[in-house]
């Protein structure tokens, strides 16, 4: 005899506990989304170009990868153990040594710098050290977007401070009214920019400083680009080169981009020994720092990696004209980056200001997928980022996808 299954108890309510309002109200990551399109259509068997994500495609200098190799076969040491909370002596020595070499900066390699399991997960710890539920927080849009969610973690208010094209993507800071600059605790600035590729000089960072020591503001500078500045005359500056910037400022630095170790998870930040040991007061509660194996690798990565540097940036720049030579044919007038490994522009005028609707059906169309403005802050609407992760012949290819879609560029 067959039974049929019984009918659900509609009194029998579902045990489910809700997450809390700081996780429910955050806003959706635009490389979530992005990443869900590609892995659809990969799926799907569809040829897929993916330039939505600065991720680099360059391996890194064999140097690092032997070098992460011998610290694992390293038994006079045994990198496999906890490390300790603010890392390796070795790492934070070959920090402060890059940084007077790069940019005469002096650093207590001792207080004044901190590993990192990436320069996000700092900014965000960062964040959760200074910023109390109503804080304010000053971000210049459009930006990376994990600002953003960050400061929402941290039940933050968010002022976006427009960035313009007409002013190089540099920030005017007198257009931030006093009521905000007298909410607010940090002031966020990335340099070399991402998206825009802007870039700005030791005046302004002079002029940074200054408010912030004014408004008593906390000045967060994301230099994670500065290896990757076009111009070798004018390298990208350092926030720590103003006399008195360690009173108000810290400065987060990646490997991820300049290095090719973005997987690999690999930053520090410097400043003050204050903020300093508060992040790593703080971080002490959530992890252990990077594995040491890691910590070695940046260690040759920093000291050895000039060339590897130099490289990339040669790379990044000849994409770059590749790809601003390739819209152009088009028809679509992209601007020309001065920095990073991005193009951002403002998109054809056949969509208006749709971003979306413009990644959606070039995607759709052509394979190729790039990230829509709206993703880096309300002042990012009607702009499109490319990121220059593809080889020359792949770039070639994706033109001539581009040209065969049909679509008016202009």
């Known amino acids: 005899m067959n039974r049929q299954p019984s009918a659900p108890d509609p009194s ?77 002596p070795r790492f934070r020595e070959a920090i402060a040594l890059w940084y007077y070499e790069r940019f005469g900066v002096r650093l207590d390699p001792h207080t004044q710098a901190l590993p990192l399991i990436g320069s996000k997960e700092g900014l965000a710890n960062l964040m959760r050290a200074y910023l109390n539920p109503g804080d304010g927080i000053i971000i210049p849009s459009p930006c990376y977007p994990a600002y953003f969610g960050a400061a ?31 909410r607010s605790r940090m002031l966020i600035l990335n340099y070399p920019n991402n998206p825009t590729g802007g870039v700005c000089d030791l005046a302004f960072f002079e002029k940074a400083v200054a408010w912030c020591k004014r408004h008593q503001v906390m000045l967060v500078s994301d230099a994670a680009y500065t290896e990757l500045g076009f111009d070798t005359e004018n390298p990208p500056p350092s926030v720590l080169q ?94 020309s ?31 190729v997928l790039v990230s829509p403005g709206s993703g880096f802050g309300v002042h990012g609407r009607g702009y499109a980022r490319v990121s220059l992760v593809a080889p020359s012949a792949t770039i070639t290819r994706i033109m001539e996808l581009l040209e065969g879609a049909g679509f008016d560029w202009s």
């Open 152 to 182: 929402h973690l941290c039940e933050a208010e968010i002022y976006e401070l427009k960035l313009r094209e007409e002013d190089g993507y540099v920030p005017r800071l007198e257009d931030i009214p006093a009521e905000v600059a007298a």
């Open 242 to 335: 103003v006399p008195g910037a360690f009173d108000v400022a810290v400065e987060f630095q990646s490997l991820s981009k300049s290095h090719n170790l973005a997987g690999w998870r690999v930053g520090f930040v410097v400043g003050g020994s204050e903020p300093i040991a508060n992040l790593g007061r703080l971080k002490s509660h959530v992890d252990f720092s990077l594995f040491g194996g890691i910590q070695m690798a940046a260690v040759n990565a920093l000291r050895y990696g000039a060339r590897t540097v130099k490289e990339n940036r040669e790379t990044y720049l000849g994409r770059r004209n590749q790809m601003v030579a390739g819209f152009r044919k088009l028809g679509w007038q992209v601007p």
């Open 12 to 88: 029998v309510v579902p045990f489910v506990v809700p997450c809390a309002d700081r996780v429910t109200n955050l806003p959706p990551y635009v490389f979530a989304t992005l990443f869900r399109m590609r892995d659809d259509a990969l799926a799907a068997g569809r040829e897929v170009f993916d330039l939505s994500v600065g991720n680099p495609d360059v391996r890194p200098a064999a140097s690092v990868v032997g070098a992460i190799t011998e610290a694992m076969n390293d038994e006079t040491w045994n990198c496999h153990r906890y490390g300790t909370f603010n890392g390796l």
């Open 337 to 367: 980056p001065a920095a990073t490994l991005y193009i951002w522009a403002r998109i054809p005028r056949a969509w208006g200001d749709d971003d979306f609707g413009f990644v959606r059906d070039v995607f759709a169309k052509t394979g």
